[in-house]
C-alpha cells in the first residue's frame, strides 16, 4: 500500500514547511497548500487520507472549507484535525453558533488542536485517526 496522503491547508508557510517536513520524514505523502479554496479543490483531486485545517485564513477560511468538505458526499468522510490559534472554546462556540443558522449542522472536527502543535502528538493523532478510517471502511 502508498504512503499515506496528508492535505495540510494553511496560510502561514512556516507552519506548512513545518508539517510537510514532518510528515515526509515520518512516511506520509504530505501535500500543502495555503487557502479554502484551493484546499477544497485538492482535496477533490487527492482524495487524501486525511486534512489538516487552519482555521483563521484570509479569503475562504478554514471554517467555511470544513463546512464544504463535511457537506460534500465524496469528502464528508475524511478525518480532519482543525489547527488553529483560536482556543478551541472559541472555535466550538462558533461552530454551534453556525449550526443554529443552517439546516444541515455541521459535525465537530474529529480534532482540534491548538497551535504550535507539538509534533510528537501530531504524529500520534493523525496515525490514530487514520487507523480508524481504515477500520471504518
Do not use: C, W
Amino acid at each position: 500500500m502508498g504512503k499515506k496522503k496528508i492535505l495540510i491547508v494553511d496560510d502561514e508557510m512556516d507552519m506548512r514547511i513545518f508539517m510537510s517536513t514532518l510528515f515526509e520524514t515520518s512516511g506520509y505523502k504530505p501535500v500543502a497548500t495555503r487557502d479554502g479554496k484551493d484546499g477544497i479543490r485538492k482535496a477533490k483531486e487527492l482524495m487524501p487520507d486525511l486534512i489538516i485545517l487552519d482555521v483563521m485564513m484570509p479569503g475562504e477560511g478554514g471554517v467555511q472549507m470544513y463546512r464544504q468538505l463535511k457537506t460534500d458526499k465524496t469528502l464528508k468522510n475524511i478525518p480532519v484535525i482543525m489547527l488553529s490559534a483560536v482556543a478551541e472554546k472559541t472555535f466550538t462556540h462558533y461552530l454551534k453558533m453556525l449550526n443554529t443558522q443552517i439546516n444541515n449542522s455541521i459535525p465537530y472536527p474529529d480534532v482540534y488542536m491548538e497551535k504550535p502543535p507539538e509534533a510528537e502528538e501530531l504524529l500520534r493523532i493523525t496515525g490514530k485517526l487514520i487507523l480508524q478510517k481504515e477500520k471504518e471502511q
